[in-house]
């Protein structure tokens, strides 16, 4: 099983510091709905692992998150894709929870769910936490600069962890795909 993981806001769809709210604000990022398709046409199962803080903040309901899940699915469905799963925590940052990114319960129910360690698989992010996430289970930590990735970027190389120091850094997620599929990947 070749395991990749993908934070949502900012990787596949467009972020916003207001958050994104409704299906009618989420909105893919140009090629990451074929990327994912990419992924999956060559053997990758695809997992989201995302913080969605405004759950539990209340700035939108259960359906709304469920809605915006859907229409991401149903988008890379029909780009020739799958996701495999889709794992968030909805708490606030003072609920004191294990899922809430950069700590690793999101990771931790990915394998509860496959049966398998995601140690060695590559998790795509656009944030500091979503990489330290992914390093806490030994993932390879992969930086995309859409979302907030050009932000992040500047301040990798201040990092005291050489895997954070030393992440590969992507335009965006299809340049993720075509790196991952490449023949020498």
Same mark, same amino acid.
């Given at each position: 099983m070749k395991i990749i993981i993908?934070? @949502?806001? /900012?990787?596949?769809?467009? =972020?916003?510091?207001a958050y994104v709210k409704? #299906?009618?604000?989420?909105l893919p990022i140009p090629g990451s709905?074929?990327?994912i398709a990419k992924l999956c046409q060559h053997g990758f199962d695809v997992f989201v692992a995302t913080n969605q803080s405004g759950l539990g903040r209340g700035y939108f309901s259960q359906t709304d998150l469920d809605a915006m899940h859907t229409?991401?699915?149903?988008?890379?469905?029909?780009?020739?894709g799958c996701i495999a799963g889709i794992f968030y925590c909805p708490h606030s940052p003072i609920d004191a929870?294990?899922?809430r990114k950069p700590l690793a319960g999101l990771l931790d129910q990915i #394998?509860?769910? !496959? *049966?398998?360690?995601?140690? /060695?698989?590559?998790?795509? /992010?656009?944030?500091? @936490?979503?990489?330290?996430?992914?390093?806490? *289970? =030994?993932c390879t930590p992969l930086l995309v600069r859409t979302g907030k /990735?050009?932000?992040?970027?500047?301040?990798?190389?201040?990092? !005291?962890?050489?895997k954070l120091r030393n992440a590969k850094i992507f335009d965006d997620l299809m340049a993720v795909a075509n790196y991952l599929t490449a023949?020498?990947?």
């Open positions: 993908l934070d @949502r806001d /900012g990787v596949i769809n467009q =972020d916003s510091d409704s #299906e009618q604000e989420w709905l074929d990327a229409k991401m699915t149903n988008l890379v469905e029909q780009a020739g929870c294990d899922c #394998e509860n769910f !496959t *049966k398998h360690n995601v140690a /060695g698989c590559p998790i795509v /992010g656009d944030s500091l @936490r979503d990489l330290q996430a992914g390093i806490a *289970k =030994d /990735g050009q932000k992040t970027a500047a301040i990798l190389a201040d990092q !005291t962890d050489t023949d020498n990947a």
